[in-house]
């Protein structure tokens, strides 16, 4: 099948009228979280995207995901800045099938059970990240070889997820009992260097958004109890929503899990301008729309599991309900429920986007 044959252009202004709810879109727009790496050569090699490419040059790397995201149609794409990593305990599995041409790699896994840090000498003697050590060339790059009409955006695990990492799940849940003081601490800690990171994002032009990474809930509910996360974890998602709107960039939330109980602060307090990941066992994002569509922006949303199990036309009749429900109005982006992997079959995620090319369109 081909894919495509309806070509678009960028236009990240249109994206953030869309996202914002200022107007309804003229055309649907798209975002991912992330593509794994398998799949972005997977893409530029099918389509002969990176023929006068040199591989060997410092930039390949940024090059051939521009020429992707471009050929596929997004206003904004990620790009990583080294230099912010933060010290933690990985499992890891590996995958050695192949499927739609993908090679899979190893994936991994946080040590749910102990981090680095279970006591205030741990806290002392930890290698906390430096904001001096950040590497800001990729979007030193961005500011002068973007496409027109282009944007990036940044994501971070922010204060949760490097909880959990530092102390390990279950950890976490203990220290929260026993040493309450310890968590506020490496929560303050961690907070203070997610906001820190947020305000050198901002200072680049070419920066749409900062897109943070919390996944605060699970199947039914969330990982903590509402009261702990508004205390350790929605402050500093607010000040880094804060300095992205200050500097007038969209903050965006990625969260996994069932996070119903925390959408009010998200939309009222934290001011966050769209909400990512969704889970049909959770909450179909058509019903998330018509719940809360009309106050915060809408990401994403076809379940990651629908498209790897079903086949193109089922996908592509997946898409074209949930733009009936979602695009009027404005405030929807589409994209898959959380990222797109690399054991996903290519031409399910290419009909995805094809079919949102068309809609629309008689």
């Known amino acids: 099948m081909d894919f495509f044959e309806i070509e678009t252009q960028p236009d990240f202004e249109g994206f953030r009228r869309c996202v914002l709810r200022q107007a309804e879109p003229a055309r649907v727009h798209n975002i991912e ?21 040199n591989p060997n040059e410092a930039n390949y790397r940024l090059q051939r995901d521009t020429a992707v995201h471009r050929f596929l149609g997004y206003d904004m794409f ?23 041409g993908q090679t899979q790699r190893s994936r991994n896994w946080i040590e749910e059970h102990r981090g ?25 790059w961005c500011e002068k070889n973007l496409p027109e009409g282009m944007a990036v ?64 809930g699970f199947r039914s509910q969330t990982l903590l109890s509402p009261q702990w996360l508004r205390k350790l974890v929605l402050p500093w998602h607010k000040k880094s929503a804060r300095v992205a709107h200050e500097h007038g960039k969209l903050y965006f939330l990625h969260s996994c899990g069932n996070v119903e109980s925390l959408m009010e602060d998200f939309i009222e307090d934290v001011g966050v301008d769209a909400k990512h990941s969704f889970e049909d066992a959770i909450m179909p994002v058509t019903e998330v729309k018509r719940k809360y569509g009309n106050r915060i922006g809408i990401l994403g949303g076809i379940d990651v599991d629908f498209l790897c199990r079903r086949d193109e036309q089922e996908i592509r009749k997946r898409v074209r309900q949930t ?33 949102s090319r068309k809609y629309g369109r008689g």
């Not at 990492?165 to 800690?189: I, T, W």
């Open 153 to 216: 955006y940044c994501w971070n695990d922010q204060v949760f997820e490097r909880l959990f990492g530092l102390f390990g799940y279950e950890n976490l849940c203990l220290k929260l009992c026993d040493e309450p003081e310890l968590v506020e601490a490496v929560a303050q800690k961690a907070g203070e260097l997610c906001v820190g990171f947020t305000e050198v994002l901002c200072q680049f032009a070419r920066v749409g958004a900062i897109f943070d990474s919390d996944d605060l």
């Open 78 to 100: 990620p790009v990583a800045v080294p230099g912010f990593a933060f010290t933690i305990h990985w499992n890891k599995a590996a995958e050695t099938d192949e499927k739609g």
């Open 116 to 140: 680095p840090i279970s006591s205030w000498d741990d806290f002392e003697q930890y290698p906390w990240p430096s904001l001096k050590n950040l590497d800001t060339r990729p979007l030193q």
């Open 33 to 53: 979280l992330l593509l794994d790496e398998e799949v972005i050569s997977a893409v530029a090699h099918r389509f002969d995207l990176v023929g006068k490419l």
């Open 323 to 355: 733009l009936d429900v979602c695009q009027p109005g404005g405030g929807y982006v589409l994209g898959s429920g959380n990222s797109i992997p690399n054991y996903m079959p290519l031409d399910h995620y290419l009909a995805m986007l094809d079919e």
